[in-house]
């Protein structure tokens, strides 16, 4: 989109999602428990043609190292753009109860839905999942997201089939500079490179809407 002021960047939860589809097609009928160990070494850049080398390797029972790297030959022994661990299971387990989520000094945000996305975020159309946040607290915060349409959001398929719902997860990511940004300008220069895991209990298809529980 040309009217958007954004970074030409493929964002960390579609890399996640790369890393979970490798794994699965290396364990073919096992379910995709967690992501572990994330660490992006560099910004994956997609302004330009950018072909990728896409590398799985089973480490254990239930585990698989995944890393994906640029495929010119004069970078492809540079260190990946990402790796990770994935841990695969033949089911998935159940949820932990919700709970009750209370907030100190809850009040509420000013990140509306009316003007959710009009300041600071930079995020494009296909990844502005987030409706409004609701209450803003100095150990967290409570925000609705929503499902948004896929159809257009790759160029082969209009019915894709994804694993870690990459764009709610990027949202739920997104939470955390508004609560950053509540009061100050500048808290949302936050980018992530390492994650300790995410944690998967049923297929990527999410309802329409959801409620998220930020704690700081």
Not at 73 to 80: A, K, L, M
Not at 96 to 104: K, R, T, Y
Not at 198 to 213: D, N, T
């Amino acid at each position: 989109d040309r009217n958007q002021t954004a970074l030409p960047v493929n964002p960390l939860t579609m890399s996640v999602e790369m890393l979970a589809e490798v794994a699965a097609r290396l364990m073919p009928g096992k379910a995709v428990l967690a992501v572990q160990n994330i660490r992006a070494h560099r910004w994956m850049v997609v302004d330009n043609e950018l072909e990728l080398s896409l590398q799985g390797e089973c480490i254990g029972p239930d585990r698989v190292y995944v890393s994906i790297r640029e495929a010119r030959s004069e970078v492809s022994t540079q260190s990946p753009i990402i790796e990770a661990e994935v841990v695969v299971g033949d089911s998935y387990p159940p949820p932990p109860a919700a709970g009750e989520f209370s907030l100190s000094a809850g009040r509420p945000s000013r990140f509306t839905a009316e003007v959710m996305y009009k300041t600071a975020m930079f995020s494009g159309p296909r990844f502005q999942a987030i409706h409004s946040i609701q209450t803003w607290g100095q150990d967290g915060q409570i925000a609705t997201l929503r499902s948004l349409p896929q159809v257009d959001l790759f160029r082969s398929t209009t019915q894709p089939r994804l694993i870690a719902a990459p764009v709610l997860l990027d949202a739920a990511g997104q939470t955390i500079a508004h609560w950053n940004g509540e009061n100050d300008p500048d808290g949302f220069r936050l980018f992530p490179y390492y994650v300790d895991e995410i944690r998967f209990y049923a297929p990527g298809e999410p309802p329409p809407w959801l409620q998220s529980r930020l704690r700081i």
